[in-house]
């Protein structure tokens, strides 16, 4: 019992750790997506001038290239409610529910790929790292609550605080 208690806190602590360090580097993931969301934003105007200007779709008449500038114009329009939503953020605390509510698949991926993780010496970035723990404690507590066996659990769970 004392070697399975042992592994259970081994396991909790680990998963705790690595959700304090996602926690801790969420902020920086974030600006690097709004670098990465800004270019791809300037670059879909810049196609977008090309199409209308008639520099892409010659001899095409003006209604033409409008009616294949139309996705073009969708996508900014998306890309440009995303950065203006997370630009209109309240702070640190606030810019994560946005991010989460406006995420480009395709360009978080991109992000992530090419990634640097940061140190954060700000208040903001340790209570993210705390978040982040606490966070994986609870789901590790979750997770062995979902798979024990039923009644196991709390029976386990008074053992544990009683033999302390």
């Known amino acids: 019992m004392w070697l399975l208690r042992k592994l259970d806190a081994l396991a909790g602590t680990l998963i705790a750790a690595t959700f304090g360090l996602a926690g801790s580097q969420l902020l920086e993931f974030i600006q690097q997506y709004r670098q990465r969301l800004g270019g791809h934003l300037a ?12 520099t892409v779709f010659q001899g095409l008449d003006v209604a033409a290239r409008q009616a294949l500038a139309a996705p ?7 890309l ?3 950065n203006r939503a997370m630009a209109d ?8 529910f946005r991010f989460f509510w406006r995420i480009d698949p395709a360009i978080a991926m991109a992000t992530l790929k090419s990634f640097q993780p940061a140190l954060p010496l700000t208040l903001v970035g340790l209570a993210y790292t ?7 404690w609870m789901l590790w507590e979750l997770l062995k609550a979902l798979f024990a066996p039923p009644g196991r659990y709390r029976r386990a769970q008074a053992g544990l605080s009683g033999s302390r």
């Open 43 to 54: 670059e879909a105007q810049i196609a977008l001038r090309a199409m209308l200007d008639n």
């Open 72 to 78: 073009q114009s969708d996508r900014i329009a998306k």
């Open 80 to 82: 440009a409610a995303a």
């Open 89 to 96: 953020a309240a702070g640190d605390w606030d810019l994560p």
């Open 130 to 136: 705390v978040a982040g723990m606490v966070l994986g």
